[in-house]
């Protein structure tokens, strides 16, 4: 059978292809690969060693090993996550986009000249839609139970709420304590459509979690107490790298800020599980029932925010 493949377009419109033996580097340096396991980009936001493609047992996947972000079908992958590739799959690095093959055969390599030193990590303003998902009551319970308690319920809930926001094509940004921040990018997909994933993938989570509190409420004593609240907010974001792993993604913005104070005022000041911005009300209005809460003080910001409250059915 012949080997899966990658092909691509270079920027003096050259196709190429390199056929997927066992592992492909894709960057700006990929050193101690030969020509036959690598694909070189001549581009200063691209890292030295920025994904590995892997075939292992017949199934292929892709790792971001990367500081600017690796998109596999316009969806950023995770900082350091690895993601299965199929047929027809497209990976975008920089300015490259590339198409997975599986298979026909073929041979061919191509790496554009041309190598430089350091990264040169991209800044850019994007807008983008965040989902942040916080827990109540889980300081108490953590005091009052065992750490391998409180490892298991929050290794469930992880695993759960992460597998949503994949399947509803967001990024998980990091997990903090009890909470989780995920995003949708604008820039590759409709705005609205960006919106509505993320707002399903909340209701999605929110009966995730009630079946992760029955499923483990007889192993786990407390459960009963314990809730969540989610934060949608849309606006504009500085996105960029700080500090010294790959996985520290920075994302400065107001709209960041207000999505964290949302999950934490739901379930709590405010009796309804997932609050939404009106920015992203406006993204999704007659799309999805939504309950105007008018506009309310928000500890720590000036003035009032106009929120609405997302059903859960």
Known sequence: MAPPYLEWTD?????????IADRLCIGRTCTGLDTRRRILLDNPRVSRDHAEIKLTAGRLNITDNSSNGTWVNNIRMTAGATKDLSDGDCIR??????????????????????LTEMTNVASLEEEVTSL???MRGFSAYSQSHASSEVYGLMREVFDQFSK?????KGTVKDYAGDAVFAFWEHQFEDPATQSMRAC?????????????????GQQYAGLDKLKMGWGITTGPIFLSHYGS???????????????????????????DDILVCASTAALIQNKIPLKDLGRISIRGRQG????????AA
């Open 304 to 311: 009032r925010e106009h929120l609405f409250a997302l059903s």
């Open 164 to 168: 949503i926001i994949e399947a509803f």
């Open 245 to 271: 792993r790959r996985t520290d993604l920075a994302m400065v913005g107001d709209c960041v800020n207000l999505a964290s104070r949302l999950s934490g005022m739901a379930n709590k000041e405010i009796g």
């Open 200 to 216: 399903r993938a909340a209701r999605r989570q929110l009966r995730s979690f009630d079946r992760i509190l029955r499923d483990l």
């Open 11 to 19: 920027e003096n419109q050259q196709a190429h292809r390199i056929d």
């Open 93 to 114: 690095i920089g300015r490259s986009l590339m198409r997975i093959g599986c298979p026909e055969a073929g041979t061919g390599t191509g790496q554009p000249p041309g």
């Open 132 to 134: 942040v998902t916080d």
